[in-house]
């Protein structure tokens, strides 16, 4: 995932009983913006088939983050959605590649976002019509209704907002739902086009990855009525190893762990019905990810590269 100054670490929503607001934009506009909402469910399977055309036919779409320059290496191993933060950036792609915007995050420190309304509509007008844009839009990383209320409803606006300015759009957000925050995914399920699962099982307390997390996380995105083509499998391919954080809670997966990954995720997610997978993370992160799978080549840390590279290379 991507960290910032949201403090993001690893209530109920309804979209019959939305929360007050500070936000005025839109509010004139309410039905139309639940419509679109309501509707999320039923386009998302229309979205992935455009979005695999675009690149490909029958193309898989895997998506990795904190690449920066790097992403040639990552496209040799099958990565073909890049994380990308400008409009300009999608230019630079490589052939046969597509981007996905990161529209800067939802800051559960202030339940805000970085970016106003005004600049986001700006932005999306930029990027739509450009033939190296996925059309997906990553608006909010980890957000927290339990620390921030509203967030549901400024989501679910920002997804609107998105709609108005490129019907063709998708947002996307990544949510964790894990033991602190149970109910994020019922609260979120109406605010966003397409929703992250992020679970990372393997830790440095356990000798063996908590796979069984996997299907927990993914059992509550499903009990909260999200269906599964709206469901995006977030990968662990990062330690702490060599982390400057105090804590080195997350450890590296070892191939046999990175294997039996997949394989749960391609139980409860086939891949067949993914908008796409994520992979967090290409690039090391000083405090928050390192190793990661950029230096996961088999030489100081288990050869996880090799088993990306065979894996995307089964799904063609």
């Known amino acids: 995932m991507r960290y910032s100054a949201s403090g993001s670490d690893l209530g109920r929503f309804s979209a019959d009983k939305i929360a ?22 039923m386009t998302g399977w229309l979205w992935q088939a455009t ?7 029958n193309v898989r779409l895997h998506f990795t983050v904190n690449h920066r320059k790097d992403f040639l290496q990552a496209v040799a191993i099958g990565f073909n959605l890049a994380d990308v933060s400008t409009v300009a950036a999608l230019d630079a792609l490589p052939d046969g590649t597509r981007g996905i915007l990161w529209m ?12 106003s309304d005004d600049e986001t509509a700006a932005i999306v007008r930029a990027a739509h019509g450009n033939p190296k844009f996925s059309g997906v839009y990553f608006i909010a990383d980890t957000p927290h209704p339990a620390v921030c209320p509203e967030a549901p409803q400024q989501i679910a606006e920002r997804t609107a907002l998105i ?52 299907a927990e996380r993914v059992g ?15 990968f662990q391919a990062f330690g702490q190893a060599c982390s400057a954080a105090e804590r080195k809670w997350y450890r590296l997966p070892t191939e046999e762990e990175m294997i039996e ?27 928050q990810a390192c190793p990661s799978l ?3 080549d088999g030489s100081d840390y288990p050869d996880l590269q090799t088993l990306y590279a065979r894996y995307f290379a089964s799904m063609r």
């Open 261 to 287: 990954v997949f394989a749960i995720w391609d139980k409860l997610l086939p891949p067949q019905t993914r908008p796409f997978d994520m992979t967090y993370s290409w690039g090391e992160q000083a405090q």
């Open 20 to 41: 007050p607001t500070s936000h005025k934009v839109l509010t004139s506009h309410k039905v139309w913006k639940l419509l679109l909402i309501t509707i999320v469910g």
């Open 163 to 214: 709609h108005q300015n490129d019907p063709d759009g998708r947002s996307f957000i990544a949510v964790s739902g894990g033991f602190k925050f149970p109910a994020e995914f019922a609260q979120l399920a109406n605010a966003a086009d397409l929703i992250g699962v992020v679970v990372y099982p393997c830790n440095t307390k356990k000798p063996r990855c908590e796979m069984d997390k996997i």
């Open 294 to 296: 950029s230096t996961a």
């Open 220 to 234: 509550r995105a499903r009990s909260a009525g999200i269906p599964i083509e709206r469901l995006v499998p977030v």
């Open 51 to 57: 979005a695999s055309r675009a690149i490909g036919e």
């Open 104 to 115: 800067r995050n939802y800051n559960n420190a202030l339940c805000s976002w970085q970016t």
